[in-house]
């Protein structure tokens, strides 16, 4: 069974950068099948996309964040990594990494991880 | 971007009865080349991350209990739960991954019991 856990600080300062890590178990991320992603979500709001790695390195993400995320792979690992540069409070978020349905990108998340809430707080 | 809403915000239905979510892309989610709806829907319940309920409009995830359905086409979507369990409370998103576009969520709707 696929499982995915993120880790991370759980308390970032403003302006800093967030830097989170997805271990994938139970499967390859070296699969050329699937892409992997990043979701957020505000506490008590909505999901909002913020990127999506393939093994090979290339990435997509929300324009709506700019230059600010960095989204990279280590295959050796199985895992994937999110930077997320110079934060503010509306930083603050539950974030979620997932996996996205076969072959597609954009595409659906059909599994994903627990999620680890992230502070933005001096 | 596509924006994605959903209607209504909240409802409460009785157990056993019928609950209907709807959802509105701002512009089609159709791709006629091959015959499918770019739209998926979500259940999340408290302290859980999403979980995959129906991708291309309609067809449901392994293991989803068939009283999800999910129809629709172009804009206008609906999730139906033909018969609501207590289990079934959750907060229901509607998602839009149509090529070339960022993927972009709907507010959500939260489902209660009466």
């Known amino acids: 069974q696929l499982q995915l856990q993120e880790s991370g600080p759980g308390l970032v300062k403003p302006s800093e950068t967030l830097s989170l890590t997805c271990t994938v178990s139970?499967?390859?991320?070296?699969?050329?099948?699937?892409?992997w992603g990043w979701i957020r979500q505000p506490p008590g709001k909505g999901l909002e996309w913020i990127g999506n790695?393939?093994?090979?390195?290339?990435?997509y993400h929300n324009p709506s964040l700019k230059s600010r995320v960095t989204i990279s792979v280590d295959t050796s690992k199985n895992q994937f990594s999110l930077n997320l540069s110079s934060v503010t409070a509306a930083d603050t978020a539950v974030f979620y990494c997932?996996?996205?349905?076969?072959?597609?990108?954009?595409?659906?998340?059909?599994?994903w991880g627990q999620g680890t809430l992230v502070t933005v707080s001096s | 971007d596509i924006v994605m809403t959903q209607s209504p915000d909240s409802l409460a239905v009785s157990l056993g009865e019928r609950a209907t979510i709807n959802c509105k892309s701002s512009?089609?989610?159709?791709?006629?080349?091959?015959?499918?709806?770019?739209l998926a829907w979500y259940q999340q319940k408290p302290g859980q991350p999403p979980k995959l309920l129906i991708y291309?409009?309609?067809t449901r995830e392994s293991g989803v209990p068939d009283r999800f359905s999910g129809s629709g086409s172009g804009t206008d979507f609906t999730l139906t739960i033909s018969s609501l369990q207590a289990e079934d409370v959750a907060v229901y998103y509607c998602?839009?991954?149509?090529?070339?576009?960022?993927?972009?969520f709907g507010p959500g709707t939260k489902v209660e019991i009466k």
């Open positions: 998602q839009q991954y149509y090529s070339n576009f960022p993927t972009t």
């Open positions: 291309w409009a309609s």
């Open positions: 790695i393939y093994y090979d390195g290339t990435t």
């Open positions: 139970g499967g390859s991320i070296s699969s050329s099948t699937y892409y």
């Open positions: 512009q089609s989610l159709f791709f006629s080349s091959i015959n499918k709806n770019y």
């Open positions: 997932a996996r996205l349905g076969k072959w597609l990108q954009p595409s659906y998340f059909d599994y």
